[in-house]
Nanobody, 114 residues
Framework: VQLVESGGGSVQPGGSLRLSCAASGFTFSNYVMNWHRQAPGKEREWVARVSSPSGRITSYADSVKGRFTISRDNAKNTVYLQMNSLKPEDTAVYYC???????WGKGTLVTVSS
């Protein structure tokens, strides 16, 4: 199993970023996919989830609801996280994971600062 997150960077408050996670080594379309994040000095927290295979059902942590959108492209074995109206408290390393499997990529760093 390989999970490769990308798309992180530095952005000002109120800005946007789109994260991607390319997955391989398992049947991507069969798995619910999640985004998690870990802020400096804090525990890792769940951010969002997208159903399989259609991706029609999504759920979000209260802290990002209305600002973040998770989606998937099974043809590309990729899950996305569109992040809008970013806040300094969104600063963290972001990871994608398939539900029920304890595999983690290296993550991608998002820094929100003026």
């Amino acid at each position: 199993v390989q999970l490769v997150e990308s798309g992180g960077g530095s952005v000002q408050p109120g800005g946007s970023l789109r994260l991607s996670c390319a997955a391989s080594g398992f049947t991507f379309s069969n798995y619910v996919m999640n985004w998690h994040r870990q802020a400096p000095g804090k525990e890792r927290e769940w951010v969002a989830r997208v159903s399989s295979p259609s991706g029609r059902i999504t759920s979000y942590a209260d802290s990002v609801k209305g600002r973040f959108t998770i989606s998937r492209d099974n043809a590309k074995n990729t899950v996305y996280l569109q992040m809008n109206s970013l806040k300094p408290e969104d600063t963290a390393v972001y990871y994608c994971t398939p539900s029920g499997m304890d595999y983690w990529g290296k993550g991608t760093l998002v820094t929100v600062s003026s």
